[in-house]
């Protein structure tokens, strides 16, 4: 099993990143794709949810309406679109299968001016 997370960096408060998740080694169509993240001195938070076949997605509220989820399963990534980041976004986000302790190396996002 193999999830390689990209696309973090240092953003300034209100902008944007487009997180990447390639998934490889398990059947990734059959299984509903988190993102999670970890602050530092924080415990690891699920962002969103995507269902199997991306018609049903579910939010953090501290991330509802900026962060939107999505798949595509025959790249077999998913993706984490971050609007309207704030300070408090900082983290390094992972991305996981749902059910499945999986997890790959995660990928920074730094939000500050």
């Known amino acids: 099993v193999q999830l390689v997370e990209s696309g973090g960096g240092l953003v300034q408060p209100g902008g944007s990143l487009r997180l990447s998740c390639a998934a490889s080694?398990?059947?990734?169509?059959?299984?509903?794709m988190t993102w999670y993240r970890q602050a530092p001195g924080k415990e690891r938070e699920l962002v969103a949810v995507i269902s199997s076949a991306g018609d049903s997605k579910d939010y953090a509220d501290s991330v509802k309406g900026r962060f939107t989820i999505s798949r595509d399963n025959v790249k077999n990534t998913v993706y984490l679109q971050m609007n309207s980041l704030k300070p408090e976004d900082t983290a390094v986000y992972y991305c996981?299968?749902?059910?499945?302790?999986?997890w790959g190396q995660g990928t920074q996002v730094t939000v500050s001016s």
């Open positions: 996981k299968p749902a059910r499945k302790d999986y």
């Open positions: 080694g398990f059947p990734f169509n059959n299984y509903a």
